[in-house]
């Protein structure tokens, strides 16, 4: 099968990840070629997960599909890459109806188009108009501070070492002013226990 | 005539419901045209700040991915950074983490069996499971300091090793569980009343499940021998002896069944690794104190959760970060593909019951 592949889609090599895990990266408009041969072929039946990483510095989105044994004893992942800007790639709807709503998780996340996929709507965010947030540029910060101001109180939030620094001056202030209070206390009772000079002479001490 | 048609909500705020989420449904009558499945409201953005933090930084965030079930979370994120930064972990580690799964699934089980019997007025039963399960959850306090989340399995091994007499008090406890379940068998499983109203429910075809990407119990209901620890096995599990329970129906009840047959072989395990537990290092040593570099390589990672097959997807970029971690668990599929598609005839009553019986968990959706 391995060498059925790299001939055919002359992929450079398939990788043995593990005893039940083969991985192969083949280019995009080859990748549903390979799956229909891995499905009608050699019993890849199910699909189990659509994922997706970004890799922004190479101008491209890894696509993998994990394709499982009907037993689910070995596991096939097949690799693509999209290019980052206007990234679309063919829906696998058509093969596998789970494939649906696994498009769907990766369009809202990474505005990625699956063509022929006709339920591509929002899934958890809703009226999101920004970048899709699991895109590599989209800053989970910049966004906050933007969109949101800060709660009334909350604005040591903004330096936290600061705080800190400030919370520790203090702690170690109050320390000092109990550990004084301390010892003018311990001065005090000292004091009351030996007798004063009037009680000496008066002969009141003895 | 007044109009039959009428779509509700079913949750977020119902009791039956499995958490964050609610599913319109169109009605006519009782019976149900048309079921959709809403999340969203409770996205966190787990995958996402993840990538922004190293992989000591992360480990605390992976365990709140699923509530009912964290332990799978942390197990898969270990497997994956220690395939991709080439770390072994010692076996007395391994046999460590499959008694953490293991336990998980017991206090799962549980917790479902709650669920499951409160969706049908069986209240007793919620009461009593829940009170078992907390004596799983004292376990686990007793070890990782935590009832809920853990964060114990970390990666290289786990955090702590077993307070004296652990392994004892494990014992303990899974001898009181035996007594216990016998008693569930005559109140629950096999109650006339859940027989009544869960069999012949919610039926799944075993095809459409192995080429839908079904797991866990709704693929074994269908007699379908399918589970990770066998097909695919991971730590020590090949050591281990125990049998994948199935049925043949494919409903409600048969999931039921299922379940509650797994629970004895956890209990089997369980005792298996009492009995085996080997002496050791609990941590393998790291190059660099707490500190992972991944090469840039990606790997899929699973383990058997109680509701089924559990996966990782994780990409290292040469950094201390962690570029992609992307989570595969039994609810995105059996919450869209499957509950939509089921519930299409289903009478409104049964729409929990089918609900629970699929293993949904709605923060496992929205990580």
């Known amino acids: ?206 | 005539m007044a109009n039959r048609h009428i779509t509700i909500f079913h949750g977020p705020q119902h009791p039956g419901i499995t958490g964050n989420m609610s599913i319109e449904l169109d009605l006519l009558g009782e019976t149900i045209l048309k079921a959709t499945t809403h999340v969203g409201y409770l996205h966190r953005g787990f995958e996402k700040l993840i990538e922004r933090r190293t992989v000591i930084q992360a480990f605390t965030i992976v365990c709140r991915i699923c509530v009912p079930e964290p332990d799978p979370n942390e197990v898969n994120f270990a497997m994956a950074v220690e395939e991709l930064a080439g770390i072994e972990v010692s076996q007395r580690a391994k046999y460590i983490r499959v008694m953490m799964l293991e336990l998980s699934r017991l206090a799962a089980q549980f917790l479902w069996m709650a669920g499951q019997s409160g969706s049908i007025g069986l209240y007793a039963v919620g009461q009593w499971a829940i009170a078992d399960r907390d004596l799983i959850l004292d376990l686990f306090e007793e070890l990782t300091g935590g009832r809920v989340y853990h964060m114990y399995v970390y990666p290289g091994g786990v955090r702590r090793d077993l307070p004296e007499g652990f392994l004892g008090r494990v014992e303990k406890v899974l001898e009181h569980l035996k007594t216990r379940l016998k008693l569930y068998d005559d109140i629950f499983i096999y109650n006339a009343s859940f027989r009544q109203r869960a069999e012949g429910v919610g039926v799944i075809d075993a095809e459409e499940a192995v080429k839908n990407g079904y797991v866990g119990q709704v693929l074994r209901a269908c007699g379908i021998e399918a589970d990770v620890r066998k097909d695919a096995p991971y730590l020590v599990y090949d050591e281990l002896e125990f049998d994948i329970p199935t049925e043949q129906a494919g409903d409600v009840y048969a999931r039921a069944l299922v379940r509650r047959a797994e629970m004895d072989q956890s209990i089997r395990i369980l005792e298996q690794v009492i009995e085996k537990m080997p002496e050791g290092e609990i941590m393998a040593k790291l190059p660099t104190h707490r500190k992972f570099k991944l090469p840039k390589d990606d790997t899929w990672v699973k383990v058997e959760s109680a509701r089924g097959e559990f996966a990782y997807y994780m990409a290292g970029d040469g950094s201390e970060n962690i570029r992609r971690m992307q989570v595969r668990g039994p609810s995105l599929v059996h919450a869209y593909t499957l509950l939509e598609n089921l519930l299409v005839g289903a009478e409104l009553s049964d729409v929990a019951l089918i609900m629970n019986s699929l293993g949904i968990c709605p923060p496992e959706i929205e990580r």
């Not at chain 1, 696998?92 to 996340?109: C, G, K, N, S, V």
């Not at chain 1, 400030?166 to 320390?175: D, G, P, S, Y």
């Open chain 1, 1 to 206: 099968m391995n060498t059925l592949i790299r001939n055919r889609f002359g992929t450079d090599e398939i990788e043995v990840k593990r005893d039940d895990l083969s991985k192969v990266t083949v280019v995009k408009y080859r990748v549903f070629e390979l799956i229909h041969l891995l499905v009608e072929q050699y019993g890849y039946t199910t699909l189990n997960a659509i994922t997706c990483a970004d890799w922004i510095e190479e101008g491209h989105f890894a696509i993998t599909y994990m394709l499982t044994t009907r037993a689910r004893r070995h596991t096939f992942m097949v690799q693509t890459m999209i290019g980052r800007e206007e990234a679309k790639i063919d829906s696998l709807t058509m093969l596998f109806p789970q494939a649906e709503i696994m498009e769907r998780d990766l369009h809202e996340m990474y505005g990625i188009d699956f063509p022929g996929n006709g339920n591509l709507v929002e899934l958890s965010l809703e009226n999101w108009v920004h970048t899709p947030p699991l895109r590599r540029e989209f800053d989970t910060l910049a966004f906050v501070n933007e969109l949101h101001d800060f709660r009334e109180g909350r604005d040591d939030n903004l330096d936290v070492k600061a705080e800190m620094k400030r919370l520790r001056a203090l702690k170690k202030a109050a320390k000092e002013a109990a550990a004084k209070k301390e010892a003018l206390k311990t001065e005090e009772k000292e004091e009351a226990s030996q007798p004063s000079a009037a009680q000496k002479e008066s002969g009141h001490g003895k």
